[in-house]
């Protein structure tokens, strides 16, 4: 028997389970008189009316599996926050199985357990271990193409998993640290003649397929530590209730590298379950009443927060947030944010836009005065574009103008801008020198919390401008770290604060990019060219680089690593591949959005 029959007849088997489930009682009592059915012999009129009639349950259920939680359909959308339904599916433990049967079902009840809230993975379970059992302590996502080994011991009684993880995430979807080789620990007994686990830790471990089936990456929003800007942090949440998911890690506290960048309520330690009911494509946020808000200032800083938290979610177009029955004010009219894109780059000479509006030359060669290198617009919104001219000057590009000076030195980084309105340089060769400038030409020099003896060849800011990755220079290796900013009252970068998280020791380093907010690439020039992407809250990876890949592209628009060969053709990857996007500019980069 081929895979597809195998498969065919596996689900024949779950369909004909859930449509004699779901018949009627009167009809059950039916078919199971039916001698038909009994001895297994259906003639050809029955089969074909059988056969359609598993067609029709396939397609219903599969149907029923993808619609949303609440609110009407809406015709011809797709829901980027659900999966394949059959994920959805999982079965109860089969009489008779054997300790491995078992646990091979035991996974892949996991594999679905948001969607039940391990509902059936608990059957697998003895009674007493089924109430102290906790799986959504954290999940444990093994790389690709790989599942969880299970070696029995003692009389096929223990059982060890083991597992090359690539992320563990907690319950409210931050990044925990984990072993490049993980094991877990199962006991299995007889209960009621049948096999049953006994013993097991918190949480599950799932293969990198199932994990993204059931999770889903998503931003939870703190104001910067001043209230002028939302800033991103990343969480895996179940797309099952994902809405209720996100403020719950909302509502739980930043993620720790954010401290000292961020402001936040006090964390809640009990946070209700039914803290979202959807009315049609309205989400109605019921606040928590240990959540004290004393002012009409914070409760307009929550609502915003919960507002740009839950509409980026298919399904909510408009969000309405209360508290003790009583509806805060709305403190501006909500929409989904609108993604602008803006793209700088050298050609001929002269610095050229592509956007939405415009495309062309943004500066002429004559009006530039000089050889521009890495042209940088602002975030969108803003208006304070950047380049470094001569290698020593970093300049204000102005669309149709001379550019104006705004610091001089030696070896300047590529530029970086933030939505404070502050651009990031300083001498590459020069140990510890990070300066960042304003468009009234003040000067901030940065302190950094450790590595001030070491040069900085590269520095890459994220779009929110307050998480960024360091890379020193140690003799002739690299050593890269995530690092937060840290700033005054009013918005000047006072401190670097290094980080955990980071890269190996790197022999060759060719350029740094944010890719979006929450991912950072690193390529790794030399014979045998690599692109490594860091994460925040999420697993690394490493892939091969374009061939002759010269720089990244920062803040590409599609969200995928782009970088610039030697031949200045700029190349995506996409879909485990590299495919052209375009050629003739120099230096492109586009505005940073969050």
Known sequence: MNWFSRELRHWEKQLLRRWRKDLPASLRKSAASSKTLRNG??????RLRLGILCT???????ACASLPDAGPVHEGEVNPDSRNPLAQLATGPIDGSTPEKLLADFQQACAAGTYDDYGIAKQFLTSGTRRSWQPKTQVTVLKPKTELKIVFADGSKLATGSGQPVLRVNKVGMRQSFRQEETVKYELTKEGGQWRISSLPDGVVLTNTAFKNAYSKRNVYYWSSDHRFLIPDPRWVPRKNIAQ?????????????LEGAVSATEPITKIPSNLVTMQGRKAMVELPDTLRLRSETEMARIYQQVNATLLGIAGIDEVTVSQNGKALPD??????????????????GAVIEESDTRSGVFTTAQDLGGEITWPTPGPVGTDFQVAIRGGKELVRLQRGKAPQVLYRGENLRVPQVDPWGWAWTG????????????????????K??????WKIPFFALSAPGVRGLILWQVGYSFQGRMATVIRAEDGTPTQIKVGKLGTDILSEVASAAWIDSGQVAVLQSGGNPKIQVLAVNSYDETFEAAPKSQYLVPNPSNGNVQVVNELGTRLGHIQQ???????????PAFAASS
């Not at 012999?41 to 029955?46: E, M, P």
């Not at 510890?432 to 468009?439: E, K, L, P, Q």
Request: aromatic letters at 8%; glycine letters at 8%; charged letters at 20%.
């Open 41 to 46: 012999k259906i003639s050809g009129r029955k």
């Open 56 to 62: 029709c349950l396939a397609f219903t259920l599969a």
């Open 245 to 257: 998911y996100l403020l719950t890690a909302l509502f739980s506290a930043p993620t720790i590298d």
């Open 331 to 348: 403190p501006a009219e909500q929409s989904a944010p609108v993604k602008k894109q803006m793209m700088l780059g050298v050609k001929n």
């Open 427 to 446: 001498d590459a060769s020069k140990p510890g020198d990070m300066v960042a400038v304003n468009s009234h030409f003040q000067v901030a020099r940065v």
């Open 448 to 453: 950094i919390s450790e590595g001030e003896n």
């Open 577 to 587: 591949s590299w495919r052209v996007l375009g050629n003739g500019v120099s230096y």
